[in-house]
């Protein structure tokens, strides 16, 4: 089934720089980009879903007395004009049972869901384990 991205409102929200991290065998891949909200209101990345990952969550790096660690969370706001970045040590999207679409150098769709009902289909590029 094709998941078409009509949205009843044009999506306030733009997708940047976004990439995966492909690591090796079926590790869990971790994806960055940039929302841009050029709407006059917040609104909130609430889940996201692609055709190569098992699932696909949002996640966040904290560091817990030292220790780097991950924690799901239910959404990420984006201020009205404003912008959120996904990159390594905080937020970032997690890619479970990866597919063989993660590889490096392939393109994979994803779909982000947001609080107004809006949704937006992107590429992700996908690179290695040192970003290339
Ligand atoms: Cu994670």
Redesign the pocket.
Known sequence: MAVLAVAAEAAPVSVTNSWFRALPGKLPA?GYFTLNNNGRTPVALTGAQSTGCGMLML?MTHNMGGMMQ?MEVDQVEVPAGGSVTFAPGGY?L?CTNPTAALTAGAKLPVTLHFSDGSQVSTHFAVRNASGH
């Open positions: 971790a996640h991950m970032h997690m």
